[in-house]
Protein backbone atom coordinates (compact mmCIF):
# COMPACT_ATOMS: atom_id res chain seq x y z
CA UNK A 1 0.00 0.00 0.00
CA UNK A 2 1.24 3.16 -1.20
CA UNK A 3 1.24 5.52 1.52
CA UNK A 4 3.48 8.20 1.49
CA UNK A 5 5.90 9.47 -0.93
CA UNK A 6 8.88 7.83 -0.16
CA UNK A 7 7.26 5.22 -1.62
CA UNK A 8 6.79 6.80 -5.16
CA UNK A 9 9.75 7.34 -5.14
CA UNK A 10 10.94 4.02 -4.47
CA UNK A 11 8.25 2.45 -7.30
CA UNK A 12 9.90 4.54 -9.71
CA UNK A 13 13.35 2.88 -8.89
CA UNK A 14 11.85 -0.11 -9.55
CA UNK A 15 10.01 0.95 -12.50
CA UNK A 16 13.13 1.94 -13.97
CA UNK A 17 15.32 -1.29 -12.97
CA UNK A 18 12.69 -2.97 -14.54
CA UNK A 19 13.09 -1.41 -18.01
CA UNK A 20 16.86 -2.09 -17.47
CA UNK A 21 15.52 -5.70 -17.45
CA UNK A 22 13.67 -5.77 -20.96
CA UNK A 23 17.27 -5.64 -22.56
CA UNK A 24 17.21 -1.94 -23.32
CA UNK A 25 21.12 -0.70 -24.35
CA UNK A 26 23.40 0.77 -21.46
CA UNK A 27 25.70 1.78 -24.08
CA UNK A 28 27.24 1.36 -28.00
CA UNK A 29 30.16 1.36 -29.57
CA UNK A 30 31.19 0.37 -33.20
CA UNK A 31 34.47 -2.03 -33.51
CA UNK A 32 35.53 -4.27 -36.39
CA UNK A 33 32.53 -2.82 -38.63
CA UNK A 34 30.06 -4.30 -36.86
CA UNK A 35 27.90 -2.15 -34.08
CA UNK A 36 28.78 -3.59 -30.30
CA UNK A 37 25.88 -2.94 -27.45
CA UNK A 38 26.24 -3.20 -23.81
CA UNK A 39 22.88 -4.41 -22.02
CA UNK A 40 22.52 -5.91 -18.45
CA UNK A 41 22.74 -9.37 -19.79
CA UNK A 42 25.56 -9.11 -21.68
CA UNK A 43 27.56 -7.64 -24.52
CA UNK A 44 25.98 -8.14 -28.12
CA UNK A 45 27.92 -7.98 -31.15
CA UNK A 46 25.46 -7.23 -33.66
CA UNK A 47 22.69 -10.05 -33.11
CA UNK A 48 25.11 -12.69 -31.40
CA UNK A 49 26.13 -12.54 -26.99
CA UNK A 50 29.96 -12.44 -27.52
CA UNK A 51 30.64 -12.03 -23.79
CA UNK A 52 27.29 -13.38 -21.02
CA UNK A 53 27.90 -10.34 -18.38
CA UNK A 54 25.53 -10.98 -15.61
CA UNK A 55 24.48 -7.75 -14.29
CA UNK A 56 21.16 -8.62 -14.07
CA UNK A 57 21.40 -10.32 -11.22
CA UNK A 58 22.38 -7.57 -9.26
CA UNK A 59 19.57 -5.23 -10.95
CA UNK A 60 16.93 -8.08 -9.62
CA UNK A 61 19.01 -8.41 -6.27
CA UNK A 62 18.17 -4.39 -6.20
CA UNK A 63 14.17 -4.77 -7.23
CA UNK A 64 13.93 -7.69 -4.52
CA UNK A 65 15.48 -5.06 -1.53
CA UNK A 66 13.45 -2.37 -2.89
CA UNK A 67 10.19 -4.04 -3.08
CA UNK A 68 10.63 -5.49 0.58
CA UNK A 69 11.30 -2.43 1.80
CA UNK A 70 8.13 -0.87 0.88
CA UNK A 71 6.36 -3.91 2.25
CA UNK A 72 7.89 -3.03 5.86
CA UNK A 73 6.07 0.07 6.11
CA UNK A 74 5.01 -0.52 9.45
CA UNK A 75 8.61 -1.47 10.87
CA UNK A 76 10.57 1.86 10.11
CA UNK A 77 13.59 1.03 11.47
CA UNK A 78 14.06 -2.36 9.40
CA UNK A 79 12.84 -0.21 6.51
CA UNK A 80 15.72 2.85 6.69
CA UNK A 81 18.20 -0.03 7.05
CA UNK A 82 16.96 -1.84 4.23
CA UNK A 83 16.41 1.18 1.88
CA UNK A 84 20.10 2.64 3.27
CA UNK A 85 21.46 -1.42 2.46
CA UNK A 86 19.89 -0.64 -0.94
CA UNK A 87 21.56 2.87 -1.60
CA UNK A 88 25.15 1.69 -0.86
CA UNK A 89 24.43 -1.58 -3.11
CA UNK A 90 22.83 0.78 -5.79
CA UNK A 91 25.77 3.23 -6.02
CA UNK A 92 28.43 0.52 -5.91
CA UNK A 93 26.84 -0.92 -8.59
CA UNK A 94 26.48 2.37 -10.56
CA UNK A 95 29.78 3.39 -10.47
CA UNK A 96 31.15 -0.05 -11.29
CA UNK A 97 29.12 0.16 -14.46
CA UNK A 98 30.51 3.86 -15.06
CA UNK A 99 33.66 2.60 -14.69
CA UNK A 100 33.12 -0.17 -17.19
CA UNK A 101 32.75 2.31 -19.82
CA UNK A 102 34.95 4.85 -18.33
CA UNK A 103 38.34 2.70 -18.38
CA UNK A 104 37.21 0.74 -21.54
CA UNK A 105 36.97 -2.55 -19.99
CA UNK A 106 34.66 -3.94 -22.58
CA UNK A 107 35.72 -6.06 -25.45
CA UNK A 108 37.06 -4.54 -28.86
CA UNK A 109 36.77 -0.98 -27.62
CA UNK A 110 37.50 1.80 -29.70
CA UNK A 111 38.24 5.19 -28.27
CA UNK A 112 34.50 6.33 -28.00
CA UNK A 113 32.02 4.65 -26.35
CA UNK A 114 28.25 6.17 -26.86
CA UNK A 115 26.24 6.07 -23.38
CA UNK A 116 22.25 5.32 -24.32
CA UNK A 117 19.21 5.55 -22.56
CA UNK A 118 19.51 2.68 -19.91
CA UNK A 119 22.81 3.81 -18.63
CA UNK A 120 21.05 7.45 -17.88
CA UNK A 121 17.88 5.41 -16.38
CA UNK A 122 20.00 3.37 -13.87
CA UNK A 123 22.22 6.71 -13.16
CA UNK A 124 18.58 8.50 -12.43
CA UNK A 125 17.24 5.63 -10.28
CA UNK A 126 20.58 7.11 -7.78
CA UNK A 127 18.78 10.11 -6.78
CA UNK A 128 15.25 8.99 -5.90
CA UNK A 129 16.52 6.50 -3.56
CA UNK A 130 18.15 8.84 -1.75
CA UNK A 131 15.12 10.71 -1.52
CA UNK A 132 13.27 7.64 -0.43
CA UNK A 133 15.84 7.09 2.22
CA UNK A 134 15.49 10.89 3.53
CA UNK A 135 11.72 10.49 3.37
CA UNK A 136 11.76 7.53 5.68
CA UNK A 137 14.49 9.13 7.99
CA UNK A 138 12.29 11.87 8.20
CA UNK A 139 9.33 10.13 9.07
CA UNK A 140 11.54 7.69 11.85
CA UNK A 141 12.51 10.91 13.15
CA UNK A 142 8.93 12.87 13.12
CA UNK A 143 7.37 9.19 14.96
CA UNK A 144 10.46 9.10 17.83
CA UNK A 145 9.61 13.07 18.55
CA UNK A 146 5.78 12.09 19.32
CA UNK A 147 7.26 8.65 21.70
CA UNK A 148 9.11 11.38 23.62
CA UNK A 149 6.36 13.79 24.21
CA UNK A 150 4.28 10.93 25.83
Request: aromatic content about 12%; some cysteine; proline content about 3%.
Amino acid sequence: MIQRIQHLYLTFVIVNLCVLLSGIHLASYEAKNLMHQCTVYGFLEGKDMVHNFPLYIIVLVLIALLIFSISQFKKLKLQLKIVQMTFILYTLFTLGVTALFLFKLMPNVPETVSLELGYYLLVLGLPFTYLGMRGIKRDKNLLDSLNRLR
